[in-house]
């Protein structure tokens, strides 16, 4: 089995920065793309950043210039940078994976449990 594990969401001011993190873990073959995606109350969930193997990354134009994802590929795991915070940025993120599990031959989207991250003052 494969399980995504997030960390690093909290509550911060209005202009900070905070730093997610996301392990895969279990019986992984190989991964494909890595993403990150938010959730607002009230909203539809949303895509944030994505990553491919090659480190070609795509962007949201809500977070561009402020989110920078990233990966690991020896740990498999990927992180998003989120500088100067805005409280419409305020939403449970989720992170998203496309594995390909080491007794399967197909990839397959997996997600972790989500991270709270507040932003106010």
């Known amino acids: 089995q494969v399980q995504l594990v997030e960390s690093g969401g909290g509550l911060v001011q209005p202009g900070g920065s905070l730093r997610l993190s996301c392990a895969a873990s279990?019986?992984?073959?190989?991964?494909?793309?890595m993403g990150w995606y938010r959730q607002a109350p009230g909203k539809q969930r949303e895509l944030v950043a994505t990553?491919?193997?090659?480190?070609?990354?795509n962007y949201a134009d809500s977070v561009k210039g402020r989110f920078t994802i990233d990966r690991d590929n020896a740990k498999n795991t990927v992180y998003l940078q989120m500088n100067s915070l805005k409280p419409e940025d305020t939403a449970v993120y989720y992170c998203n994976a496309y594995v390909r599990p080491s007794t399967l031959s197909f990839f397959y989207p997996f997600w972790g449990q989500g991270t709270q991250v507040t932003v106010s003052s």
């Open positions: 279990g019986s992984i073959g190989s991964i494909n793309a």
């Open positions: 990553i491919t193997s090659s480190e070609s990354t």
